[in-house]
């Protein structure tokens, strides 16, 4: 079993939030060994390390890093991407919790490697448990002199997943509605008040410590040769044990699932897996055999995202799942751009007809008509993602789709996992007085 | 409790200190006010905002409507939410969310009659490895299952 952990690593036998205990395991050697080099080898071992981006698009952080503008007589920043919202996410919160200095000693060095002062946490406003641990450990860590010249705010999101998307982060840090910036220009070049910003996923930044330890050479050589290193893998839903597990990239999809998960609970059948939160598109069964790694997962169809494994089981209706998961997205649109905005809104109105066995045999063709036209016709990726995914549904369930126009109903007759499940959508229409259930 | 405008006031522009631009302070401005108004915000918060930041009320309210963790109609001594997105959901987060509205006699989106509680559904809450979520004032009861929602009411309408 590939397991190798770095970013959780010795978290289980010490309280890593004690800056003792992390000193005890070698921590902040990393940030002493990087203050003494030049900033320019710091982003070189980044480069080496070809360490991409952990939040879900990959991006290799040492070629965003080297983006940066120069020589524009205004301050760097460092933004860190805490605002974890992908649906079945929920890796960055344990690094926080258990692993906290690691966080800091990456922001820290990645710091000193774009000659930046300034460091921001963008840390989700729900994460009370995680921002507690944050600050103390920050507290710590600058009573201890390890701050130097630098500034590290822990700043708290306030509920909405748009603001996990970067230029959104940017817009709600300086002070506004958290909706996408057109680019370019890029966050490198005008980021945060108008100057070069470097953004970057919680984990993303955890490992950096290692990285400066052991070399960006080393780090290459784990794992995959295009997706080299660890990922805490966020496995639930319908699985035995699910949880955080830090395993090297390019681990199959059945051994997480089975080996790891210890498969589906009550001898039940695997229907459907979603490999990266509910914004990477729908896998099956006959697909276990996929590498979980950025290249791997794309090859198969769909996307490693934030690597957030779902696991749904014979039970499901994948009408309602569709319909469930596009609330989400028809909730957290922005409203900046018409197509995603008003399709979102569509796609759930469609699907709803179908789930309840009232929709016609054209409205299946309109609502893949709509996810057409919202494809790569938004500022941001949410249209996107709202739309990839009822593709997929519709398309790899399609039978399924098409008994619920067929047979004038759900064929799973009140059955289904997700029956009735109930959205926040539901709650705002609740609240203007219309109906909300069937 | 409302505190003395003044102290809030101290407070935002103490918030505001670490930024470059006061107006980043602004969402840690509304949630100070929210605490200081009993978990929501009345226009006299968005206008003590406004006027410790420089900005109109208007502004405070508009960025305000945008975030999920800020009311702008008043809301239950105790905020239950319960996660209903994808892991959730597949593991009994319906069940979770009815049990609450049996023990409340409230539908979600809905406050009691004595202001005890309000209940709400709420998009995925970043605990799915112990589904189901249930946040309680804020804080997360991670797993939570059907029969534990009794003693959790209990406890609550015990605290008051």
Not at chain 1, 200 to 226: C, D, F, H, R, S
Not at chain 1, 251 to 257: D, I, K, Q
Not at chain 1, 343 to 358: H, I
Request: proline content about 6%; overall charge negative.
């Amino acid at each position: 079993m590939a397991t190798r952990e770095i970013t959780l690593a010795h978290a289980d036998e010490r309280d890593l939030t004690k800056l003792a205990e992390y000193e005890a395991i070698g921590g902040y050697k990393a940030l002493q060994k990087a203050r003494k080099l030049k900033p320019e080898k710091i982003v070189e071992e980044l480069l080496a390390s070809n360490l991409r981006g952990r939040g879900g698009a990959g991006f290799p952080m040492g070629r965003k890093a080297s983006f940066l503008a120069k020589g524009t007589g205004k301050p760097t920043y460092l933004c860190v991407n805490a605002d974890e919202s992908e649906p079945g996410t929920f890796k960055d919160r344990e690094i926080m919790l258990r692993n906290p200095h690691r966080l800091i000693e990456g922001c820290l060095i990645t710091a000193h490697g774009i000659e930046s002062q300034h460091v921001f946490v963008y840390l989700r406003g729900e994460y009370h448990d995680a921002f507690d641990v944050m600050r103390a450990a920050l507290e710590d860590a600058r009573k201890a002199n390890l701050l130097d010249d630098v500034t590290v705010v822990l700043h708290r999101g306030a509920g909405a997943y748009i603001c996990g998307e970067e230029s959104a982060l940017l817009e709600s840090l300086e002070g506004r509605r958290g909706q996408p910036r057109p680019r370019p220009p890029f966050p490198a070049v005008s980021g945060l008040y108008g100057s070069p910003t470097l953004i970057n996923n919680v984990q993303t930044v955890a490992t950096v410590p290692t990285i400066i330890e052991k070399g960006g050479e080393w780090y290459a050589k784990l794992g995959p040769e295009q997706s080299p290193g660890t990922v805490v893998f966020s496995l639930s839903g319908n699985v035995v044990r699910p949880g955080n597990y830090e395993l090297e990239l390019g681990t199959p999809l059945r051994e997480l699932v089975f080996d790891i998960g210890g498969g589906i609970p009550d001898g039940r059948e695997l229907k459907a897996i979603i490999p990266g939160g509910s914004s990477t598109t729908v896998m099956t069964p006959d697909q276990l055999d996929t590498h979980l790694d950025f290249n791997s997962v794309a090859e198969a169809g769909s996307q490693l995202g934030a690597a957030a494994v779902i696991v749904i089981d014979e039970r499901a209706c994948m009408v309602q799942l569709a319909l469930r998961s596009s609330q989400f997205y028809m909730h957290e649109s922005c409203g900046k751009c018409t197509p995603c905005r008003e399709g979102t809104r569509w796609m759930v109105q469609l699907l709803s007809k179908l789930e309840k066995g009232r929709a016609e045999q054209h409205e299946l063709d309109l609502l893949l008509s709509v996810c057409d036209r919202m494809l790569g016709k938004c500022l941001c990726a949410l249209g996107d993602f709202a739309a990839g995914q009822v593709v997929e549904y519709a398309t790899r369930f399609r039978e399924e789709f098409q008994r619920h126009i067929d047979e004038g109903g759900c064929p799973f007759a009140g059955e289904s996992s997700l029956e009735g499940i109930f959205a926040p959508v539901d709650q705002h229409a609740h609240a203007a007085g219309a109906e909300v259930r069937a | 409790m409302t505190q003395p405008a003044g102290e809030l006031a101290g407070e935002i522009r103490k918030a505001a200190a670490q930024y470059p631009d006061s107006r980043s302070a602004v969402l840690p401005a509304l949630r100070l006010a929210q605490e200081r108004h009993g978990g929501w915000l009345p226009p006299e918060a968005l206008r003590e905002v406004g006027d410790a930041l420089g900005l109109t009320p208007a502004y405070c309210q508009a960025v305000a409507s945008f975030y999920d963790m800020f009311h702008l109609q008043p809301v239950g001594r105790h905020l239950v939410e319960v996660c209903t997105n994808l892991s959730c959901a597949l593991v009994g987060a319906q069940q979770v969310l009815e049990a609450f509205e049996r023990e409340l006699g409230i539908e979600p989106g809905e406050t009691t009659d004595d202001g005890g509680f309000t209940l709400r559904a709420i998009e995925c809450a970043g605990g799915c490895g112990k589904a189901v979520v249930v946040s309680v004032d804020e804080r997360y009861r991670e797993p939570v299952r059907p029969e534990d929602v009794p003693a959790i009411v209990e406890e609550l309408r015990g605290g008051d």
